[in-house]
């Protein structure tokens, strides 16, 4: 049982390129989220999905896109890197029954220069 | 808009001593939830708070919730240096998503 594994976990781009992070789980998660985390911020909500084919905006969605095909995929891409993306990005899913807390993956650190 | 608060953000406490981290948010949600993290490293889930009045306990750890006085804390007993981490607090914004707002995390150093 791998939980929740996110792809690459570091990465450096230049600014305007584009790049998928990938985040998969096994453990039939309904529901699976993206965060960033900035440094005094806390994290904050950029997509996230309540099941197959229905995704929707958190807080910062913009810059960003993601698709849910199946359940257990929901990666996140960055269309056009931009230095304001620098952060650390991480995948969390968990159970639509009350009671569970999310699963966060080990998360993706990204540099944009 | 839904903002949480924690304080304090950075807390140095000695081994033995007993704390309390306090996560304040804005609006009604009975659904709480208590994360640690280590430096460099993802969040690990402590509890989850379902309830006014729900207080759950694991070791040294206690947290509890009041969604009357939207509040929640998390009292650390007798602290020992591997307690040392980042605490947050995440509130879910509405039912049925699990949106996740989350504090600007708690530090701690429990020094020997």
């Known amino acids: 049982n791998a939980g929740v594994t996110q792809t690459p976990k570091f990465q450096v781009l230049k600014t305007g390129q584009s790049m998928t992070l990938q985040c998969a789980q096994d453990?039939?998660?309904?529901?699976m989220s993206w965060y960033r985390q900035d440094p005094g911020m806390g994290l904050r909500l950029i997509h996230y999905s309540v099941g197959a084919g229905i995704t929707d905006q958190g807080e910062v969605p913009n810059g960003y896109n993601v698709s849910r095909s199946t359940t257990e995929d929901f990666p996140l891409r960055l269309l056009s890197a931009a230095p304001s993306q620098t952060s650390v990005y991480f995948c969390?899913?968990?159970?639509?029954?009350?009671?569970?807390?999310?699963?966060f993956g080990s998360g993706t650190r990204l540099t944009v220069v | 808009e839904l903002k949480v608060e924690q304080n304090p953000l950075f807390l140095s406490m000695q081994e033995g001593k007993n704390y309390t981290i306090y996560c304040n948010y804005s609006t009604t949600s009975d659904r709480l939830y208590w994360y640690r993290q280590d430096p460099g490293k993802s969040l690990e889930s402590l509890f989850v708070l379902l309830s006014n009045g729900a207080v759950k306990q694991e070791g040294r750890l206690m947290a509890s919730l009041d969604t009357k006085a939207r509040l929640s804390t998390l009292h650390i007993t007798a602290a020992v240096h591997d307690l040392s981490a980042t605490y947050f607090c995440a509130v879910d914004m509405r039912q049925g998503a699990q949106k996740l707002v989350f504090g600007q995390g708690t530090r701690l150093t429990i020094n020997p």
């Open positions: 453990m039939n998660h309904e529901y």
């Open positions: 969390a899913s968990s159970y639509s029954r009350q009671g569970y807390g999310y699963t």
